[in-house]
């Protein structure tokens, strides 16, 4: 059901009288008599008197104008609820300093492991670049460090999920908040993924398959939670577990802290593979090494190819008084109807004050 804009049918029957004034004004517009008018005829008109119509007709349409905006068109602030296929999908994503390793490429340029990984994920959900995109899942974002932070929550929001990725940062190396706690991030982006889909009504509607992507370039050295503890989490609720380990193979370059400042110095990449494709295997999903954004981006697009259920869908359309507030139509901005009739009616008493001016 798309937004609807109402009018009050009944004050539209008002809108004749636009018409009837602008034929009131044509037939008030002041004459001359002329004995002949042959040479009047033979000079012909000029571009002011062929447009002397035109401050009639601005009045007219001010007049019809106002009376729209009295009709008070307005777009309807109303839900819609569709079922459509879908998979509920968790993106946990390693933030850790060593996410800052310049071993990935985007757009033929060298980049950090983050920045590739925000690129690839971006086409993933939106789809492009040989991705379909996820645009009837619910999607979710949940990062971590030392410790692990829900960045958005489930949501088919993915214009403004992709916009808190996009401003994630790593953690600073050295500082406080660096670390790898695989074990929080997985059994938090668990949590919100139960949240989320045991909470959406009736039985036949609740989301099936429910998905949760992990995607590291360390290993486990934080947290509370063991992350085998947080695989069994993921298995009891019915979440299958998919890990990405992100890093080249042998050394990668690594921002490091030095007595002269970050230096970037090549350091030997260590994933736990093992830990990682046990967690997964544990919830019947399927562990992946990510070397390069070619092999980052062939593993989105097989998670891409995952089954799909039936997923409720809610949007919220804002509702506008169409006479008092702005709209976009084709992308295009369009404004209030109220400052359309101003605008005209400034205009048509700036030109029936100069060029179209008439005698009274």
């Known amino acids: 059901m798309n937004s609807l804009s109402v009018l009050e049918p009944l004050l539209l029957l008002l809108l004749p009288l636009a018409a009837l004034g602008f034929w009131r004004l044509w037939r008030r517009r002041p004459t001359l008599r002329f004995s002949a008018v042959t040479r009047v005829r033979a000079a012909g008109a000029g571009p002011a008197a062929t447009l002397r119509w035109l401050p009639f007709a601005l009045r007219a349409a001010v007049l019809a104008l106002l009376v729209l905006c ?165 298995k009891s609720l019915g979440i299958k577990l998919y890990t990405i380990g992100m890093g080249t193979r042998g050394l990668a370059p690594m921002p490091v802290k030095t007595p002269f400042g970050m230096q970037m110095i090549r350091q030997p990449v260590t994933i736990d593979e093992d830990l990682l494709r046990t967690m997964a295997e544990v919830t019947g999903g399927r562990y992946f090494r990510a070397t390069d954004s070619t092999s980052l981006e062939g593993i989105y697009a097989r998670i891409d190819a995952m089954e799909k259920t039936l997923t409720e869908q809610k949007r919220t359309v804002q509702a506008k008084d169409l006479a008092v507030e702005g709209v976009r139509v084709g992308g295009l901005p369009v404004p209030a109807l109220i400052s359309v009739a101003l605008v005209m009616l400034a205009v048509e008493l700036l030109l029936g004050s100069t060029k179209w001016r008439t005698l009274p």
């Open 70 to 234: 009295v009709a008070r068109p307005v777009r309807l602030n109303e839900q819609t609820r569709t079922l459509t296929e879908g998979v509920a999908i968790q993106l946990v994503v390693d933030r850790s300093s060593s996410m800052l390793a310049m071993d990935f490429q985007a757009k033929g340029r060298a980049v950090d492991r983050l920045t590739a990984l925000k690129d690839v994920v971006d086409r993933f959900v939106q789809g492009g670049g040989g991705l379909a995109g996820r645009g009837d899942d619910l999607v979710g974002l949940v990062t971590f460090a030392r410790h692990a932070d829900s960045i958005s929550p489930m949501t088919l929001d993915h214009e403004w999920l992709l916009a808190a990725l996009q401003d994630l940062s790593p953690a600073e190396p050295g500082s406080g908040e660096d670390g790898t706690a695989i074990g929080d991030g997985v059994a938090l982006g668990a949590e919100k993924l139960r949240d989320a889909t045991e909470q959406r009504g009736d039985e036949s509607r609740r989301i099936k398959s429910k998905v949760l992507v992990l995607l590291t370039d360390g290993e486990n050295n934080a947290g509370d939670i063991e992350p085998m503890t947080a695989a069994e989490l993921c």
